[in-house]
């Protein structure tokens, strides 16, 4: 009889993961992209075993909040309870997005009028100056609090039985990271800075900033841009998580010089590309919304000059108005070249280029508007003279032995040939086309450089300009399309960034099939450099702007935009075809290992330490 020898499996503790996001059911900016997008491949990997944390705002949470029932099942739920029972405000449901993700949203006024002593603890602690910071910074801090009270009693209640990881994202859901690990709660933290708050102020003031990024103070700039508590908040919490993340190579030096630590790990940003996926639609999909672009365009120009639709381009640009560091000066004096290369070679082409970003305005300029209103009022009075002189023409075909075509003016009635020549004659103009679609608050860079430039929309210019103050929504009269289908209506996104930690604009023009410019600075052009060698063959043109000087990457970009034009209408779909075969690359089924990766090493770190 032989002994047989029993080995026990090792027993797998289970997880949970806890994502903490200012922006979570909170649309800001691009962190809402980054969670909301990756939510789906999340719920897939953790199913129940995952939840957000985040600010309760009523009116954000009105449309995309689901309240749920809390029982005493989990510890989760009887921490909420819990934070009840202490006299806090505390939202608990579903995030109304693909995967309806559980979220856990605190009512930050239910914590106000504790605001001092809770900022006294925190300079007592650890020493951060939050005396006189801007309102934003309080709110930030009174959920730190909510969230340190809520992650703690959640430890305790879950005695160990289950590895507890809570990831936050950026510094404004990071206030409570210092003193969670003060405290010693069980858990094992990451942290991901997006964007440094030194860098993104220090790219728009110092010039060269990325060859002097190591000469810099870090405290005295905080000191100097009054945002020392929220580099504070962000150095601390990025010393003090088990590992730290960033999005890209080049926000990684960011962290080393302005947050006193290496990143261990890079996480890229992807997308959701399923929700954008239009399989063989997309092309009929450009068409569509070209066609809705082509109409403004009409609107816009063609009271004073007329071109060829089937020979012009739509070219944008979009995102926040940060003048240098969105590249909209690089952009601007490429379009100045490009123009004059147009028309040294007499290129039948017309470009039109909107900017899209948002500025303080009074209103949508009333001419813009009048001229948009009768160019509709022409195209219905050419709608009633089609249905008329259809009519009439039909009944003459049927009723005639003559073989030739008649003479269709003499189907039109007096009546509607007056109306269409008074309508036209009102229309027409001698007047340039406006440059900028609304009444501006005050002149700005974008303004001056047109005029430095002279791209005024002038007759014999190839390159036209349509600067738009305000973000595109399906309610504005002037395109009549949300901003998905504005992209899709386009031929070419640009953006040609200086200080870009990620980059989510290019990432949509492709996931939608369009082209797009981005630069060697965005973290999203670094890191399709180094995953893909022939990346301009798939419709991603990458300006070079870490060993070039300013004026040979405007060249660059006006060499890129004039080799664009000259493409045919054959080469354009393919490039659209190429550019949307290839987002799939930037899924977040695809980019979610690189999550997994920082969060298994923060177990292992936090079992070390053990």
Known sequence: MTNEVKTRKPVVKKKFLVEVAWETCNQVGGIYTVIRTKVPSMVE?????????????????????????????????????????????????????????????????????????IKGRIWENHKISTLGVEELVNQTIALGELIRLFIGKWAQENQNKKDLIVHFHEWMASTCLPDLKKEKVKISTVFTTHATMLGRYLAGNVPNFYDVIDTFDWYKEAVNYGIEAQASFERQA?????????????????????????????????????????????????????QNLSEFVMGHFFQSQAFDLDQTLYLFTSGRFEYSNKGYDLTLDALALLNQKMKEIGSKKTVVMFFVTKQPYHSI??????????????????????????????LAAASSNNLQLPDLNNFVDEYWRLRLRRTVQTWKSTSRPKV?????????????????????NNPEDKVKIVYHPDFIVSTNPLFGLDYSQFVRGCHLGVFPSYYEPWGYTPLECMARGVPTVTSDLSGFGDYIMQIMRDYEQWGVSVVNRKSQTYQESVEQLANNLFKFTQQSQRERITQRNRVESISDTFDWSNLRSYYDTAHELALMKKRNKA
């Open 238 to 290: 990025a010393q003090k998580a088990d590992v730290l993340t960033t999005v890209s190579d080049i926000t990684a030096k960011e962290c080393q010089y302005f947050l006193g630590r290496i990143p261990e790990l890079i996480l890229p940003n992807g997308l959701n590309i399923q929700r954008f996926a239009a399989l063989h639609e997309h092309q009929n999909l450009h068409s569509k919304y070209k």
């Open 365 to 394: 300029d009333p001419e813009v508007l009048h001229s948009r209103a009768v160019l509709d009022e022409i195209r219905e009075n050419c709608s009633a003279i089609e249905k008329e002189v259809g009519e009439k023409l039909f």
């Open 436 to 456: 900028v679609t609304h009444l501006l608050k005050q002149e700005d860079d974008i303004i001056r450089n047109l005029h430095r430039t002279n791209l005024l």
């Open 45 to 117: 990997k953790w199913g129940d075993d995952y939840a957000l944390l985040g600010p309760y705002f009523p009116q954000t949470a009105a449309a995309e909040f689901e309240a749920l029932p809390v029982g005493e099942d989990t510890p989760m739920e009887r921490a909420i309870l819990w934070m009840r029972e202490q006299g806090y405000q505390v939202h608990y449901g579903n995030w109304l997005i693909t995967g309806k993700p559980k979220i856990i949203l605190f009512d930050i006024a239910s914590i106000y009028d504790q605001i001092n002593a």
